[in-house]
């Protein structure tokens, strides 16, 4: 069951890049706890969600798309000099002058000039499937291209695929400032997103991942520099530890959809995953179940991505649903109540809140790791952040001629404002 | 690959636009779309017969004998006239060797005849002949107060009207800005021969902002100018580095403008470069990377003499090349932010760009651009001079006699340039006083309330 990976833009082809490399290293790691044989149908079963494997070298199941060439090169020879995998070619799509930031300009003028291209790239990739489970598309939320390319590329897989499964990755930028003009571009995006075109959207906040790389330095010394690299592994590792097979029958994307995000209001995903030793650490890293999963319970709980260092929750952070993916050992006999312990939504049954993959087999050189994607009010900071900021910049009227000169309209910002803050009232009151 | 066209006019725009292209040809085998114009001979010829002759073909090149004689309608009307149509086939040209073109870079000065003038006028060209390349950058050299050119106030607010309403992004550079710098950093280099600072320390060769590698056997005031276009040069090098090397966090030149531009006619920069050179000595550590934060908002490394601190920013880009990490400009911009006043509703404005190569000769650099309402005084001083002229009519005559040239256009103009400076006044005195509250979602049903 396959799943191909749309990138766009220059952070949604370094994290896709970054996560074929997490999703590779992975399976081909030597410190996995189990038996040969068992392995050898894990890492066939992985190889194969992201890989096709019909060459000397496994080729990653992906598009490229961006308005430049640079950064797909870049892309591309990253994968080349790992000698183990590769992006297949031809299934990059380059066209245009760069989008500048300007998110109409990237879903008004790039996207509709881009879709036929990249849908028919999209259908060669699933041709070299057995089974297609899903796309992934991989793209941020601050820029010009991931955000408005990405947006109107989603809504066209959609209109293509009705029945397929779309999960789209965003990265949200930093609250204070990576481009002047992010919080209109998140707005329009994740306004796109929720009018039609994926089936939920995981979000990774670069204040979240930088929190997690801050106190996990490199070697064990003091705070050491943090680079986009270094944000896009944490991203990665959560976004693999989710996605890889459970073993035994892996459960489809749909199924997961399904469970996570019924309902167009609520289609807004995060991710925690514990725990995070430091490098020089992790080889003596040990932490039983019971204890990890409570400490994931309480990072949920008090909304922080570090798996240390943060303050105890006070009030209570709702959920629609949540998925556990336990990874190592003992696994199938982990006690996950720990985790289950916090409301749900009024319409899911007690049972059915928390529903939990296990797999025996040791993720990224832990003993026992969990990721936890969960529905909830975690979104939220996020999400108000980015909407109080284009309001302010909307009621001031500032650069809205640079929106308008590619073709939207005021009307549409409002009705995008609307959108989202039904997102925001959504979430809310869960 | 997205593609610039860079079209330098009058004696200061190719001058710095030679330097650019001879800088650019070291550091990396550069794309060379360019259009040189000028209307005297000197300049152009001089760059065919070094090493850029091989560099360009003459179908880049439209020049004439006379010269504008410091007349800005002389170079708009005239010659604007007169080359129009050579000039857009040469642009044509250049246009169709790109995939993707992305933008018109104009290089000019604002005090002369041609460069304004000339300048002036491509602008409208390139704006009604590529209506679909919607972003024109200029950087535009101003001139000091007690610049040679007595006319030089004329036609600086003339070409100011047409930047205002034409190009979509400017940077200013004042002539006086460079030469202090030079001053400064030439200073410091005597000190040191001299033995003044106790240490050995000296400025590495050619990691001097105004460093040319030419100047044997120039006289000192050109060598002074080659100094202060050096600077400048490295200016373009440093804001199109994103175009020739790799980085994490690319920013081209219409990135800038759609985030350091909130509203149309307020598109001015004010432009400030750290380091302004590295020290030999081995005992001495490079300045730190903090230090380069803190010096690039100091007003002593800017490139035009303004006051951002006293004034209100809409919006700052900071453009980063070398070993500097992500989380070292964050740090910085959290250290710096408390001593600038942003604009209420655009407080986070930054935007930031990381480059993996440095300049040649230093390990890492920092440009920053800042739109800052502070830029308004530069225009007032420009029409307190230009209305000390006006006011006693003179020299007018040399621009009335000029074809198609009116009174109307200097009233115009200087109307133009005062209500700019209006409008960013107008800025500086907002205070958030009207709050309008968000948009809210009706309790019974989804229906929106807009108040």
């Not at chain 1, 992006?87 to 996207?111: D, E, I, L, P």
């Not at chain 1, 749900?344 to 994607?373: D, I, K, N």
Request: net charge neutral; hydrophobic share 40%.
């Amino acid at each position: 069951m396959s799943i191909i990976t749309v990138q766009i833009g220059q952070c949604g082809n370094q994290i896709g890049t970054q996560l074929f490399s997490t999703i590779y290293d992975d399976i081909f790691s030597k410190d996995t706890g189990i038996q040969a044989s068992k392995n050898e149908d894990y890492m066939d079963a992985a190889l194969n969600r992201f890989f096709s494997c019909e060459g000397s070298v496994p080729e990653a199941r992906a598009v490229m798309v961006d308005m430049e060439q640079k950064v797909i090169s870049q892309a591309v020879s990253a994968a080349k000099r790992t000698g183990r995998w590769r992006f297949a070619s031809g299934q990059q799509y380059v066209r245009g002058s760069g989008s500048g930031n300007n998110w109409a300009r990237g879903f008004a003028a790039h996207g509709p000039r881009a879709s036929d291209a990249v849908l028919d790239m999209l259908r060669h990739e699933s041709e070299k499937c057995d089974r297609a489970d899903g796309f992934l598309f991989a793209t941020s939320l601050a820029g010009g291209t991931g955000s408005g390319v990405g947006a109107r590329l989603c809504a066209r897989v959609r209109e293509e695929h009705p029945r397929a499964v779309v999960v789209c990755h965003a990265v949200a930028p930093y609250a204070a400032g990576e481009v002047a003009v992010q919080s209109y571009n998140a707005l329009l995006t994740l306004a796109s997103l929720r009018r039609g075109g994926a089936d939920a959207v995981v979000l990774s906040a670069n204040d979240d991942l930088h929190a997690v790389c801050a106190t996990t330095p490199r070697g064990g010394g003091g705070r050491e520099p943090v680079s986009f690299d270094d944000l896009n592994a944490v991203a990665c590792r959560q976004l693999a530890a989710a996605l890889l097979p459970a073993e035994g029958a892996p459960p489809s994307l749909s199924d997961v959809v399904d469970a996570l995000a019924p309902h167009a209001d609520y289609r807004l995903l995060s991710m925690r995953h514990a725990p995070q030793p430091t490098a020089a650490a992790l080889p003596f890293t040990e932490v039983a179940w019971t204890p990890l999963l409570r400490r994931l319970r309480r990072m949920h709980a008090a909304t922080s991505a570090r798996d240390e260092g943060f303050e105890r929750e006070s009030g209570r952070v709702r959920s629609v649903a949540d998925l556990l993916t336990v990874r190592g050992d003992g696994a199938d006999d982990a006690d996950c109540d720990a985790i289950a312990d916090h409301r749900g939504a009024v319409w899911a049954p007690p049972g059915e809140r928390v529903r939990v993959r296990r797999c025996r087999r040791r993720y990224g050189g832990l003993r026992r790791s969990a990721v936890l994607v969960s529905n909830s009010q975690a979104v939220l900071g996020t999400v108000e952040g980015i909407t109080e900021k284009a309001w302010r910049l909307f009621a001031s009227r500032a650069y809205l001629h640079q929106y308008v000169a590619c073709g939207l309209t005021e009307d549409d910002f409002v009705q995008s404002f609307a959108d989202v803050e039904q997102v925001i009232h959504s979430y809310r009151h869960l | 690959m997205s593609q610039s066209i860079l079209i330098q006019i009058g004696q200061c725009g190719n001058q710095i636009g030679c330097r650019f292209w001879d800088l650019a040809l070291r550091e990396h085998a550069a794309n060379n779309k360019a259009v040189l114009v000028d209307m005297e001979e000197g300049v152009v010829n001089a760059a065919l017969k070094g090493p850029l002759g091989d560099v360009f073909d003459h179908k880049q090149f439209i020049t004439d004998v006379s010269g504008s004689g410091n007349n800005w309608a002389v170079g708009n009307r005239f010659y604007g006239r007169r080359y129009r149509e050579a000039i857009v086939e040469s642009v044509r040209r250049e246009a169709e060797m790109c995939d993707a073109l992305q933008c018109f870079f104009v290089l000019h000065s604002m005090g002369g005849g041609t460069g304004s003038g000339v300048g002036t006028a491509i602008l409208g060209m390139l704006r009604d002949e590529f209506p679909d390349v919607y972003n024109r950058f200029v950087t535009a050299v101003f001139p000091s107060a007690d610049d040679d050119v007595i006319t030089s106030p004329y036609n600086s607010i003339l070409a100011l009207k047409q930047l205002t309403e034409v190009a979509e992004c400017v940077l200013p550079i004042e002539n006086q800005a460079l030469q202090d710098i030079c001053t400064r950093i030439s200073k410091f280099s005597s000190q040191s021969k001299a033995g003044i600072h106790t240490s050995a320390a000296k400025i590495k060769e050619g990691s001097a902002v105004s460093d040319s590698h030419q100047g044997a056997g120039k006289c000192s005031v050109q060598k002074a100018f080659d100094s202060m276009n050096n600077i400048v040069a490295n200016l373009l090098l440093n804001l199109t580095c994103s175009a020739r090397f790799e980085g994490s966090l690319n920013v081209d030149l219409n990135e800038i403008s759609m985030n350091l531009v909130p509203f149309p006619r307020l598109h001015y920069l004010v432009s400030s470069m750290a380091p302004l050179y590295s020290l030999t000595d081995v005992n001495i550590p490079q300045r730190r990377l903090d230090s380069m934060f803190g010096d690039a908002f100091s007003p002593a490394h800017q490139l035009i003499r303004a006051d951002p601190k006293h004034g209100l920013y809409l919006a700052c880009a900071l453009m980063v090349r070398g070993k500097a990490q992500l989380s070292d400009v964050r740090r910085n911009i959290e250290r710096i932010k408390s001593s600038l006043r942003f604009v209420h509703w655009n407080q986070e404005g930054w935007k930031t760009g990381l480059c993996a190569v440095p300049p040649t000769g230093q390990p890492y650099s920092l440009l920053t651009l800042a739109n800052n309402t502070c830029i308004e005084k530069t225009f007032t001083d420009l029409v307190v001079r230009f209305n000390r002229l006006y006011k006693r009519k003179a020299h007018l005559h040399h621009y009335l006699t000029v074809d198609g040239m009116e009174v109307a256009e200097f009233d115009d103009s200087l109307q133009s340039v005062q209500s700019l400076i209006a409008e960013y006044k107008d800025l500086q005195t907002t205070r958030q006083s009207i709050f309008i509250p968000r948009l809210q979602v009706a309790a019974s049903d989804y229906s929106m309330q807009y108040t």
